[in-house]
T-cell receptor
Framework: GQNIDQPTEMTATEGAIVQINCTYQ??????LFWYQQHAGEAPTFLSY??LDGLEEKGRFSSFLSRSKGYSYLLLKELQMKDSASYLC??????????WGAGTKLIIKP | IAGITQAPTSQILAAGRRMTLRCTQD?????MYWYRQDLGLGLRLIHY???????GKGEVPDGYSVSRANTDDFPLTLASAVPSQTSVYFC??????????FGPGTRLTVL
């Protein structure tokens, strides 16, 4: 079957670094997406990886290992506004997204 | 319009009533999607459309129907609402093989 696993909740301190992990199993693979979702709002696109390696975009980076079915989202210099849920989604062979349940990130001052 | 709009923003509905959630995009995306999001669960795909005139069933299609008469609009209909359909509904669109962009959502409560 198809499955995405990510931690339910994480806590970090303002100014620190946090890594949110995601493992996936899909029928075929056409890329790994990360979205951010603030409470009561829609998911917004953060990053996309289809090749192995690290993609850096400002304070956010995303890593992919296709052989391990593993990705992580790295957030640096955490700010209070980064408090949100982070959704991992893998695109299968039919170009449909399979979604994880999301990781709620709590930032403490 | 910029992006994707959904209407209504929220709705309280009596069980057994018919309800249509509206979704419109102005990005000329071929593909459109309807998801529901429930606490503790990931986004679950209800129905999708890869191009105007075609639709497909997602993971949880029962009790819902869709149509895609043109590129811009993708309404979702609940023929006879039940309390288990209480959820937040998101519409999304994409070029088909690329990033999905989401509307602001409709919060639906069925009593």
């Amino acid at each position: 079957g198809q499955n995405i696993d990510q931690p339910t909740e994480m806590t970090a301190t303002e100014g620190a670094i946090v890594q949110i992990n995601c493992t996936y199993q899909t029928s075929g693979f056409n890329g790994l997406f990360w979205y951010q979702q603030h409470a009561g709002e829609a998911p917004t696109f953060l990053s996309y990886n289809v090749l192995d390696g690290l993609e850096e975009k400002g304070r956010f980076s995303s890593f992919l290992s296709r052989s391990k079915g593993y990705s992580y989202l790295l957030l640096k210099e955490l700010q209070m506004k980064d408090s949100a849920s982070y959704l991992c989604a893998a695109m299968d062979s039919n170009y449909q997204l399979i979604w994880g349940a999301g990781t709620k990130l709590i930032i403490k001052p | 319009i910029a992006g994707i709009t959904q209407a209504p923003t929220s709705q309280i509905l009596a069980a057994g009533r018919r309800m249509t959630l509206r979704c419109t995009q102005d990005m000329r995306h071929n593909a459109m999607y309807w998801y529901r999001q429930d606490l503790g669960l990931g986004l679950r795909l209800i129905h999708y459309s890869n191009t105007a005139g075609t639709t497909g069933k997602g993971e949880v299609p029962d009790g819902y129907s869709v149509s895609r008469a043109n590129t811009d609009d993708f309404p979702l209909t609940l023929a006879s609402a039940v309390p288990s359909q209480t959820s937040v509904y998101f519409c999304a669109s994409s070029s088909g093989t690329d990033t999905q962009y989401f509307g602001p959502g409709t919060r639906l409560t069925v009593l």
